[in-house]
T-cell receptor, first 113, second 114 residues
Framework: KAGVTQTPRYLIKTRGQQVTLSCSPI?????VSWYQQTPGQGLQFLFE???????NKGNFPGRFSGRQFSNSRSEMNVSTLELGDSALYLC????????????FGPGTRLTVL | GDSVTQMEGPVTLSEEACLTI???????????LFWYVQYPGEGLQLLLK?????DKGSNKGFEATYRKETTSFHLEKGSVQVSDSAVYFC?????????????FGKGTKLSVKP
């Protein structure tokens, strides 16, 4: 079974721009979560979607948003990019929002110049 | 709130040495506990997990036991290999309190020398 896939793998943007990242979960998984990884803050939870609804949200500003489609694929959007948004963005999927094990994709490396 | 503390790295070992990476947690509920590993340039891979007290997770020679009395989940391996060089993250998931999102420790970088 194919794993979690994320596109693009690398992205370079400038301050003030917006960006959209994509995540395709493992087949049959209906829950998708997003995490931000930075050297300073480590791994932090952004939000989780299940059945096209946001179920849980971390402590990030409203510039960070997401959505999930009927095929469980998810997108994450960051508007008005700041230098501090440079990070590895990881997507994880699980079968439902009540199963405990999450499986991660390879991540999208975002660099903001 | 819930939190995970793991030993600071980096940890440098010779091949075939024993490994222990300490991890303790704070949680008011009954979390599941995980170890994830991240190889350079890659995402996180689930290494092992335990869902209740006294459970032992194991995989690829790594082991960790869920100790509720000491709120710990230390990662151990009897003989490390160069290929084990990576960053290891301890994490918890409390389905009741945080709806299951993962809370991670800061990570411990392991380097194994031949």
């Amino acid at each position: 079974k194919a794993g979690v896939t994320q596109t693009p793998r690398y992205l370079i943007k400038t301050r003030g721009q917006q960006v959209t990242l994509s995540c395709s979960p493992i087949s049959g998984h209906r829950s998708v979560s997003w995490y931000q990884q930075t050297p300073g803050q480590g791994l932090q939870f952004l939000f989780e979607y299940f059945s096209e609804t946001q179920r849980n949200k971390g402590n990030f500003p409203g510039r960070f948003s997401g959505r999930q489609f009927s095929n469980s694929r998810s997108e994450m959007n960051v508007s008005t990019l700041e230098l501090g948004d440079s990070a590895l963005y990881l997507c994880a999927s699980r079968t439902t929002e009540s199963t405990d094990t999450q499986y991660f994709g390879p991540g999208t490396r975002l660099t903001v110049l | 709130g819930d939190s995970v503390t793991q030993m600071e790295g980096p940890v440098t070992l010779s091949e075939e040495a024993c490994l222990t990476i300490n991890c303790t947690y704070t949680a008011t509920g009954y979390p599941s506990l995980f170890w994830y590993v991240q190889y350079p340039g890659e995402g996180l891979q689930l290494l092992l997990k335990a869902t209740k007290a006294d459970d032992k997770g194991s995989n690829k020679g790594f082991e960790a036991t869920y100790r509720k009395e000491t709120t710990s989940f230390h990662l151990e391996k009897g003989s490390v290999q160069v290929s084990d060089s990576a960053v290891y993250f301890c994490a918890l998931s409390d389905q009741g309190r945080s709806q299951g999102n993962l809370i991670f420790g800061k990570g411990t970088k392991l380097s194994v020398k031949p």
